[in-house]
């Protein structure tokens, strides 16, 4: 299931805390991030016990433009994570917001 930029933004204006993982290079986070935990996607599969516990809590992954989070919500997904939610646009698309 993916999540709409908007509504990221309207829960992290009203203080939400969110399971947000950022899986962009560490120079890209650098940058510019939204204060999620950064996992680049390439490490995802080795630092899995980073996310030990939020198997069944919503996690939103996030990269530039969908397309590497689309990739980590499967492999979250095919290691028992069951409300995995990739950010539609990237952070481009919420930086346009």
């Known amino acids: 299931m993916d999540i709409t930029v ?5 829960r992290l ?12 290079e560490p120079y890209e986070y ?9 996992i680049p996607l390439g490490e995802i599969q080795h630092r899995m016990d980073e996310l030990d516990g ?12 969908g397309a590497r989070s689309a990739t980590a ?11 995995v939610r990739n950010l539609v646009g990237g952070i481009l698309a919420y930086r346009k917001l």
């Open 73 to 83: 919500q499967r492999i979250l997904e095919e290691n028992g994570f069951n409300n």
């Open 13 to 24: 204006d009203k203080g939400e805390k969110v399971n947000l993982i950022d899986v962009r």
């Open 30 to 38: 650098t940058e510019d991030n939204l204060g999620g935990q950064l």
């Open 6 to 10: 908007q509504e990221l933004k309207e």
């Open 54 to 65: 939020l198997q069944d809590e919503e996690i939103i992954v996030q990269c530039r433009s």
